[in-house]
């Protein structure tokens, strides 16, 4: 009888040391610091359920810039995948880590929207 307290002890030891390190882990991948902007960018959006030029535009409107300009900045991230630092200020501003833990449950390793299987 006396093993099998012993047994349940290290089990209750070795599945507490598991969660906490496994917490660890998931809370430091989940800064915004350890993020690119682009994720950062369409994690806002799906968060938002809107798109990245929405995005673009309300990060824009903070600047008083113009619907050209925004349209312009915009234009050159579809094209060349550059993120105008007005717009990746303001996602790193209003992301949340609780935005990109329930963008981590639902994309996991942080890469995006998971293949539809066509091709």
């Keep these: ?3 099998n307290v012993w047994y ?3 089990m209750t030891v070795v599945a507490v040391g598991y969660i906490a390190i496994r917490n660890y882990l998931v809370s ?5 610091s350890n993020r690119s ?3 950062l960018l369409s994690t806002l959006a799906m968060v938002r359920q809107c798109s990245s030029f929405d995005v673009f535009q309300e990060a ?3 600047w008083n810039f113009s619907e050209g300009k925004i349209r312009a900045d915009f234009q050159q ?3 060349r995948g550059e993120i ?3 717009v990746s200020d303001y996602a790193r501003r209003n992301v949340t880590e609780t935005d990109l833990k329930y963008r981590d449950l639902i994309y996991p390793r942080g890469g995006g929207r998971p293949s539809s299987g066509a091709g």
């Design 1 to 3: 009888m006396n093993e």
């Design 8 to 10: 349940l002890v290290g």
């Design 28 to 32: 430091r991948s989940a800064k915004k």
């Design 37 to 39: 902007d682009e994720e």
């Design 60 to 62: 824009g409107r903070e």
């Design 77 to 79: 991230y579809l094209t």
């Design 84 to 86: 105008p630092r007005y």
